[in-house]
């Protein structure tokens, strides 16, 4: 029986010894998932940018996915604050 590992490096050698394949996947799995999670904690691309050490924020969008629940919330508040806005200019 194999020993548990005791850290994430010691997981992704366990995973290239048995697959390259599978250990890149988990790997691009890993970074997209701290990515969003990231982004829904810190609510700020640069910060996010920051911790995963990338130079331009456009390759950090690509690892971050949106919680629907939120834009859907966000697309909301616009549309009641522009009906809301539309119906404060139209005449009495």
């Not at 988990?26 to 969003?36: E, K, L, W, Y």
């Not at 949106?66 to 919330?73: A, G, T, V």
Request: aromatic share 4%; no cysteine.
């Amino acid at each position: 029986m194999t020993k548990p590992p005791q850290d994430i490096s010691q997981v992704g050698l366990q995973l290239v010894n048995r697959s390259p394949t599978t250990a890149f996947l988990v790997a691009a799995m890993a970074r997209h998932s701290f990515g969003t999670y990231a982004m829904s904690m810190a609510k700020d691309p640069s910060l996010v940018r920051e911790a995963m050490g990338h130079e331009n924020l456009s390759t950090t969008m690509k690892y971050l996915h949106p919680d629907l629940s939120r834009l859907r919330d966000i697309i909301d508040q616009r549309n009641v604050a522009a009906m809301a806005q539309s119906m404060a200019q139209q005449p009495a």
